[in-house]
């Protein structure tokens, strides 16, 4: 034991020698602030849920993620189920749905994002309105023009599909 005492001892005091406080506590700070932002980094997360058992046309209204929505497919418009065409905008102010996805037996959330800016797309209007709430309750409501919440222009364009989360 005495001769790993040495040698410790002699790595210690040959590493102190070598380095200071300061720069221990700076290396020590930039380690654990990397540390902290490492969540913060882009992940897939709940949206990759269902891309595996995904059934169905994204330009059909029998589309199982179109359970509730009410308004033109993004994805007849230029843009996808999850994506609003080019020179459009993505109104921050959504309604949501939940879906039932026939290929994985789940229920998702699924939030109705209207895509604003050009004039209409008028291409694949689809009125499925299962859940749909009466006006009094907006946040279940897909009868309110949501691009006037944006910065961008009152005209509707399209609607987007996006999954949010599993429902439990």
């Not at 109104?91 to 998702?108: A, E, F, L, Q, R």
């Not at 009094?136 to 944006?150: M, T």
Request: proline share 6%; net charge neutral; charged share 20%.
């Amino acid at each position: 034991m005495a001769s790993f005492d040495t040698l410790l001892e002699r790595t210690t005091r040959k590493l102190a020698r070598k380095t200071s406080r300061r720069g221990f506590l700076a290396r020590l700070g930039v380690a654990l602030t990397g540390a902290a932002a490492l969540p913060l980094l882009p992940v897939m997360r709940q949206i990759a849920l269902a891309s595996e058992n995904d059934p169905g046309d994204p330009k059909s209204c029998e589309y199982w993620r179109y359970c509730a929505i009410d308004g033109f497919l993004c994805t007849c418009c230029g843009g996808t189920k999850t994506s609003c065409p080019p020179g459009t905008v993505m109104s921050p102010i959504t309604w949501v749905g939940t879906c039932h996805n026939p290929g994985d037996g789940k229920d998702y959330i699924i939030s109705y994002n209207d895509c604003c800016g050009k004039t209409y797309c008028g291409r694949c209007q689809c009125m499925r309105d299962e859940g749909d709430r009466p006006i009094y309750d907006p946040a279940n409501s897909n009868n309110i023009n949501w691009c006037a919440g944006s910065d961008a222009d009152i005209v509707y364009n399209c609607s987007t599909a996006i999954i949010v989360g599993v429902a439990d």
